[in-house]
């Protein structure tokens, strides 16, 4: 009978153990991404914008047909506030790195009897993927300085093209032959410290794998020319504003 209890007891205090390891004695934590670095700029643009030239679509009907009111070719594209579009920024002393191209390509697309984006940035050796979304032929003719050429016809229908530049420069003019109005200026890169102004003049560079400290950044706008400022990156943030003037 006293063998039978102490077995007994000895169940009961297994099971009880049992039973209290399954319980959680704490809650359990929720993990959060930390929140990405970058630099926010604002530009804008203060003084007489000038005046845009006239476009000639009548040597293309798609085209007339799209912009039956003209084309608006103003460079200088500002909001009421002053906030400049298409201004490409840039570090201009960043870490001496080997940064690899992203296997995602950019995108260039030929529509409305235009390039889009007008203005755009990559990592050399990063794809382009080039679009005519427009019931038109277009083509599509790169003429660098550093980077070798390319001249594509592209008629309504043509399934994308991939393109590329190998060398890092700056401003590389794109342009269409058929439709001489069109114009685009990709940045080949040596690094991913850069970005360009949307519709409101604000800009963001992400500073993901840049070191907090004092850099340089360059602006260039097709019109306004180049300028500069500086930024103080503490915890991969940092703010600037820069004012054009003509």
Request: charge should be negative.
């Amino acid at each position: 009978m006293l063998r039978m209890s102490v077995l007994s007891v000895a169940a009961a205090s297994l099971l009880a153990g049992a039973v209290f390891a399954t319980e959680p004695t704490t809650e359990p934590v929720a993990k959060t991404a930390p929140a990405a670095g970058a630099i926010t700029g604002t530009v804008r643009f203060k003084g007489e914008a000038p005046k845009a030239p006239a476009v000639e679509l009548d040597s293309d009907p798609v085209c007339v047909g799209m912009h039956p009111d003209g084309l608006d070719l103003n460079t200088v594209r500002t909001t009421a506030s002053g906030g400049l579009a298409d201004v490409f920024a840039w570090i201009d002393n960043a870490p001496d790195e080997r940064f690899k191209a992203p296997k995602e390509p950019v995108v260039l697309d030929q529509t409305g009897c235009n390039y889009e984006p007008h203005v755009f940035g990559m990592i050399k050796k990063q794809d382009i993927k080039i679009l005519n979304s427009d019931a038109t032929l277009h083509n599509i003719h790169a003429v660098p300085k550093d980077n070798k050429e390319f001249n594509v016809g592209m008629p309504e229908g043509t399934p994308p093209i991939t393109k590329t530049f190998k060398k890092d420069e700056l401003a590389i003019r794109i342009k269409c032959d058929v439709h001489p109005w069109m114009v685009s200026y990709a940045f080949s890169m040596e690094h991913p410290f850069f970005g360009v102004s949307g519709a409101d003049g604000k800009l963001m560079i992400n500073t993901e794998g840049l070191p907090d400290g004092d850099y340089g950044v360059k602006l260039w706008h097709e019109t306004l020319g180049e300028a500069s400022t500086r930024v103080t990156v503490a915890e991969g943030v940092a703010t600037f504003e820069h004012e054009f003037t003509r």
